[in-house]
């Protein structure tokens, strides 16, 4: 007898950080949690993959522990050099 697989395709949400006011916190897209760029614990999400374009970072991908969303943020602005 053959069973059905079921294929489970990741759907990936995207944040444009230029949007975001404050501290860089948003909440996450399906599950609402707050995700901080001063959590280092890596309890709420965890940090997946980083993209990086002559040395300042354009893109990361994180995924939310609290329901299993990927989370690709973009927008990052470039650092002055001193």
Excluded at 36 to 50: F, G, H, Q
């Amino acid at each position: 007898m053959m069973r059905k697989v079921s294929t489970k395709k990741s759907f990936v949400y995207t944040v444009d950080l230029t949007t975001i006011d404050g501290d860089g916190a948003f909440p996450c897209p399906k599950c609402g949690v707050i995700i901080s760029p001063d959590d280092e614990t890596e309890e709420i999400y965890k940090i997946l993959d980083t993209k990086v374009k002559n040395d300042e970072l354009t893109e990361l991908l994180l995924l939310c522990n609290k329901c299993g969303s990927k989370i690709k943020l973009v927008g990052f602005i470039p650092q002055p050099e001193s």
